[in-house]
């Protein structure tokens, strides 16, 4: 085996450890039985058999021992690493403790959503939401719970994806554009440093996974369009059928980016009619029958639209006036769209505005301590970059060879498209795949024999920028983590000083419960009191220095 079919092999097992839980969970679900530790055992042993496969050598049906071993070894380490590390952080972000957390708990202690209606008494505030949108990112979450007992332990998903983008990137660029290995590597790391990614490391936002399932997709889509392999379409159209499951807008993207994967194969006529069918029916299938039969073929059933309630209108999920900021409210979404990528970093909404960036001013970074803004979530370089990279991103283009140039338009084009099909485009992680554009720019000048020198300082920019991002919000993940603990030991060794409210979420609850408090002691608090102070990422939980006897 060449070292870049090993870089593929360990990018593989990354994500074919990734899918098989997730399948296995869902299994445990149309079978009607607990998620629990076989599931785990299952995708290890599935994990290992893929391995082997992948590692069998063209004139043997036995693996490269020694490859075998050590890619499987460095495969898995990575996987325990991963979870590892996402169990040593407390998930205090907002919608996490509102109602992902609240979707994977129910999970975890037996709730069907094949079968089971659920009460709107079963949730923290958000029976709408568990009820009726996509599951796959709380399933991951359910199926490493009911194993472990460790409700953290599944926000590795997004980690785990990154790291399997980084290693099958770089089959793009070598294979695919002839790149040579440093520049190779350096674009890999971008993709897979992707802020919207970055800043879910520590939380249950889904944004992370809808984020690294599309570029996965993307990036074996154009692997099986250059060597048609048949496990490069296996791996398209389970990422892709992955992607339908994460999030609506998800949904919308798989739609967008398999449809023209499928009519690229057609119309080049690298396929025939009756094989891109079959490929486009097995996504089908999987994506929105076997994964997808709750919340599509349930709502369609239930509420006559599968993609209920987003057929009511955005307002029923995303209120204009409580939630955007006062000044886009009469913009249409291009306009809000340039207004967010050049804003300063920050929550705003109603009544308050946003400004614009001052270019090549230092920001702070306190924006990003719980993950995206809902303005500029892409970092602090990014508006400057842009400048630099765009004229000459689509300059250098230009200079392409004719047939280059057009997958290079035709991808920048397919990226605008499903951008602004989204009309809160402006919350830059409901629009990942913006990055993508800023890579296929980088790209561009990379292959520009002129350009490339500045190709390659914008590169080591962002991937520097990216990095520090990644790390203040990961530091500022383990602070708020600390702060929760030392808060609650405050209040269990107090003997009754302090007194405690667990707040309306279910999830901080539990959390609560877990960190040693008997909820059954808990006295309701007003949050007016100047004595009282909140709990880190608790909504509605407070806790004070008890004032009387």
């Known amino acids: ?21 997730l399948i296995l969970a869902q299994f445990s679900l149309w079978l009607n039985l607990e998620l629990g530790l076989w599931q785990l055992i299952g995708s290890i042993l599935i994990f290992m058999g893929a391995s082997w496969k992948l590692h069998v050598t063209e004139n043997k049906n036995t693996p490269a021992k020694i490859p075998f071993v050590v890619d499987s070894l460095f495969a898995a380490s990575l996987i325990y690493g991963s979870l590892w590390y996402a169990n040593t952080f407390i998930d205090v972000s907002f919608d996490s403790n509102w109602y992902h957390l609240d979707a994977i708990h129910l999970l975890t202690n037996g709730w069907n959503p094949i079968y089971d209606e659920l009460r709107n008494s079963q949730t923290s505030f958000s029976h709408k939401y568990l009820t009726h949108f996509p599951k796959g990112a709380w399933l991951f979450g359910s199926g490493l719970m009911a194993a472990t007992n460790e409700i953290e332990i599944g926000k590795a998903s997004t980690l785990i994806l990154s790291l399997a983008i980084l290693f099958s990137a770089v089959n793009v660029f070598k294979s695919l554009l002839k790149l040579n290995n440093l520049n190779s590597w350096i674009l890999a790391f971008i993709c897979a440093s992707n802020p919207i990614q970055m800043l879910n490391f520590a939380s249950y936002y889904a944004d992370g996974q809808l984020s690294a ?40 993207y798989a739609i967008i980016f398999f449809a023209t994967f499928l009519a690229y194969l057609f119309f080049s006529k690298t396929e025939n009619l009756t094989r891109v069918l079959k490929m486009g029916f097995s996504w089908f299938f999987i994506g929105f029958m076997f994964f997808g039969y709750n919340p599509f073929a349930r709502n369609f059933i239930k509420n006559g639209h599968p993609m209920y309630p987003l057929n009511t209108g955005t307002e029923s999920v995303f209120d204009a006036k409580g939630n955007y900021p006062a000044n886009f409210l009469e913009m249409n979404r291009f306009q809000k769209f340039i207004h967010s990528l050049y804003a300063q970093p920050n929550w705003v909404i109603t009544p308050k505005t946003s400004e614009i960036k001052t270019l090549f001013k230092p920001i702070s970074y306190e924006s990003y301590s719980y993950g995206n803004p809902n303005l500029a979530g892409f970092g602090a370089v990014i508006p400057e970059l842009l400048l630099l990279l765009f004229p000459l991103g689509i300059w250098a283009i230009f200079r392409l060879e004719p047939r280059l140039r057009i997958y290079f338009f035709s ?5 605008l498209v499903s951008i602004f099909i989204n009309p809160e485009c402006w919350v830059m992680r ?55 603990i030392e808060q609650a030991e405050l209040v269990r060794h107090s003997r009754g000083e302090f007194i405690f409210d667990a707040g309306w979420s279910k999830p901080f609850q539990y959390r609560l419960e877990k960190l040693g408090l008997d909820l059954s002691k808990q006295v309701k608090l007003d949050p007016k009191d100047s004595l009282v102070k909140p709990f880190t990422g608790g909504l509605g939980a407070y806790f004070k220095k008890r004032t009387t006897k």
């Open 430 to 484: 409901y629009v990942p795949q913006f990055w993508l554009l800023i890579v296929l720019l980088l790209l561009a000048l990379f292959l520009h024999n002129h350009l490339r020198f500045i190709g390659l300082g914008s590169a080591i920019i962002i991937l520097t920028a990216n990095l520090h991002l990644g790390y203040y919000y990961l530091n500022k993940s383990k602070v708020h983590t600390t702060e929760l």
């Open 411 to 415: 991808g920048i084009t397919l990226i």
């Open 1 to 21: 085996m060449n070292p870049y079919s090993r870089v593929f092999a360990i990018g593989s097992l990354l994500f074919i450890w990734y899918a098989s839980v």
């Open 213 to 252: 399932l599309l570029t996965l997709g993307i990036i074996n889509a154009l692997l099986y369009m250059h060597s048609k392999q048949g496990i490069y379409a296996v791996f398209t159209i389970f990422c892709f059928a992955f992607l339908v499951n994460t999030k609506y807008n998800g949904t919308a």
